[in-house]
C-alpha cells in the first residue's frame, strides 16, 4: 500500500525558513516523480513544485520560485520542500502527492497534509 | 503562465447528468486530468489522460477534452458524488490545476 506521510509543518514568522518532510513508502520511490501540492485555507488546489525520478527536471510555481527548494533522496524514500523567505499568502495545507510515472503526468496518490501558517 | 478556467459551481439533482467544464488555451492538445475532493480528505483522481477511468472509480465518470475545453461527465449522480472537483494538466516540467467546481447534489 502506498503511504505518503508529511511532517514539518507548523507556525513560522514571516521571512523565516521552513523544511517539509515526505516519508514514503509502498512502491518503487526511485521510479516516480514526485510533487508539493498546496491548498489554502478555504482555497482550492495549487501546484507548488516537482521533480522527475531522477531529479534530472525540476519545476516550481511561479509564486514560489526562487523562494522554495524542492529535492528528493531516493536512498531514504523521502522528499523533501525547503521553503525561505515565508510570506503570509504560504500558509496553506502542504501535500506530498506522488506521480503516475518518472515524469510529469498526475498526481495517484497524497498525503494527509502539513498545515504551515505564516503569521507574527 | 498556463491557466485553467473551471465555473465555481454546479447543481444536479440526484440521478441526473453532471457536466463540470474546463477551458484552457488548446487544452485539447495536452492531456487533462480530474479530481474530487471531499470536506477533510486529500484529492482522488477520478479520471485521467482525458477519458481513462482509474480502477475502483465507478464507471458513471467520464471525461472528454477537444478544442479548449474538457469535460468531466458524471452519469446517475449519486449523493456521494457532492464534492469540489479540480481539473489538471501540465508539460514536461510543470502542472496547473483549475480553481475548482463544487458540485452540488440536491
Known amino acids: 500500500e502506498v503511504q505518503l506521510v508529511e511532517s514539518g509543518g507548523g507556525l513560522v514568522q514571516p521571512g523565516r525558513s521552513l523544511r517539509l518532510s515526505c516519508a514514503a513508502s509502498?512502491?518503487?520511490?526511485?521510479?516516480?516523480?514526485m510533487h508539493w501540492v498546496r491548498q489554502a485555507p478555504g482555497k482550492g488546489l495549487e501546484w507548488v513544485s516537482g521533480?522527475?525520478?531522477?531529479?534530472?527536471?525540476?519545476g516550481y510555481a511561479d509564486s514560489v520560485k526562487g523562494r522554495f527548494t524542492i529535492s528528493r533522496d531516493n536512498a531514504k524514500n523521502f522528499l523533501y520542500l525547503q521553503m525561505s523567505s515565508l510570506r503570509a499568502e504560504d500558509t496553506a495545507l502542504y501535500f506530498c502527492?506522488?506521480?503516475?510515472?518518472?515524469?510529469?503526468?498526475?498526481?495517484?496518490?497524497w498525503g494527509q497534509g502539513t498545515l504551515v501558517s505564516v503569521s507574527s | 503562465s498556463y491557466e485553467l478556467t473551471q465555473p465555481p459551481s454546479v447543481s444536479v439533482s440526484p440521478g441526473q447528468t453532471a457536466n463540470i467544464t474546463c477551458s484552457g488555451d488548446?487544452?485539447?492538445?495536452?492531456?487533462a486530468y480530474w479530481y474530487l475532493q471531499k470536506p477533510g480528505q486529500s484529492p482522488v483522481v477520478v479520471i485521467y489522460?482525458?477519458?481513462r477511468r482509474p480502477s475502483g472509480i465507478p464507471e458513471r465518470f467520464s471525461g472528454s477534452n477537444s478544442g479548449n475545453t474538457a469535460t468531466l461527465t458524471i452519469s446517475g449522480t449519486q449523493a456521494m458524488d457532492e464534492a469540489d472537483y479540480y481539473c489538471?494538466?501540465?508539460?514536461?516540467?510543470?502542472?496547473?490545476f483549475g480553481g475548482g467546481t463544487k458540485l452540488t447534489v440536491l
Open positions: 502527492a506522488k506521480d503516475h510515472s518518472g515524469y510529469y503526468s498526475h498526481f495517484d496518490h
Open positions: 509502498g512502491f518503487s520511490f526511485d521510479d516516480y516523480a
Open positions: 521533480l522527475t525520478w531522477n531529479s534530472g527536471t525540476i
Open positions: 489538471q494538466t501540465g508539460d514536461s516540467s510543470t502542472e496547473v
Open positions: 489522460q482525458d477519458t
Open positions: 488548446k487544452l485539447g492538445d495536452k492531456y
